[in-house]
């Protein structure tokens, strides 16, 4: 079956430090790719997403690459800030018509960044 | 605009007690999932609705868990028999369509049931 598989946390790093964190997946079909976070006392937002291989998904700093022959879809981002400290959710979905367009998510990585 | 909004954010109930939890998805949507967030289960699909096809239930975890959306919009997630394993934050999220795997879910804030 269709699974995704995170790094487990926690991750805590310094203010300024690099991050990654992997995630990997299995998909019997043709996923598309999502990383999700929750802040603090926040619901899930969408913080990037890539659609289809080699796509590389951007916002707020973050970046993702889809890369289809390692079936990964790590996250990085160059310099993180005491702002970032939240959950992290890879998640994917799968394309096709018996597809209801369910989120399969990882379990989540909690990132703590200290200043 | 508005986005997805659930009812109650909290819900504290005894156990064998029935509750219901509302999701009010973002306007146009036709496409609305419910979620679970628990400790031991991570996030888990429960069920998917589209326009007007038979929703998608494979997520329920048993007979206790039902769902309906009235008139393509307002859902309500009924769980009867409320045991202690069903404690968890219960989300709810909604798209465009659904039937794209490259629609973006937005999400609700939750509602926290506690059994006890």
């Known amino acids: 079956g269709d699974s995704v598989t995170q790094m487990e946390g926690p991750v805590t790093l310094s203010e300024e430090a690099f991050l990654t964190i992997n995630c990997t997946y299995t998909a019997t079909g043709y996923p598309s790719l999502f990383w999700y976070v929750q802040y603090p006392g926040e619901g899930l937002q969408l913080l990037l997403k890539a659609t289809k291989a080699d796509d590389k998904g951007s916002n707020k700093g973050f970046e993702a690459t889809y890369r289809k022959e390692t079936t990964s879809f790590h996250l990085e981002k160059g310099s993180v800030q005491v702002s970032d400290s939240a959950v992290y959710f890879c998640?994917?979905?799968?394309?096709?018509?018996?597809?209801?367009?369910?989120?399969?998510f990882g379990q989540g990585t909690t990132l703590q960044v200290k200043p | 605009g508005a986005g997805v909004s659930q009812s109650p954010s909290n819900k504290v109930t005894e156990k064998g007690k029935d509750v219901e939890l509302r999701c009010d998805p973002i306007?146009?949507?036709?496409?609305l999932y419910w979620y679970r967030q628990s400790l031991g289960q991570g996030l888990e699909f429960l069920i998917y609705?589209?326009?007007?096809?038979?929703?998608?239930k494979s997520g329920l975890p048993s007979d206790r868990f039902s769902a309906e959306r009235t008139g393509g919009s307002v859902s309500t997630l009924t769980i009867q028999r409320t045991q202690q394993e069903d404690s968890a934050v219960y989300l709810c999220?909604?798209?465009?369509?659904?039937?794209?795997?490259?629609?973006?879910?937005?999400f609700g804030p939750g509602t926290r049931l506690t059994v006890l």
């Open positions: 998640a994917l979905r799968v394309h096709g018509s018996s597809n209801t367009g369910k989120l399969i």
């Open positions: 306007s146009g949507h036709t496409a």
């Open positions: 609705f589209q326009g007007n096809s038979a929703p998608d």
């Open positions: 999220a909604s798209s465009s369509r659904g039937d794209r795997g490259t629609d973006t879910q937005y």
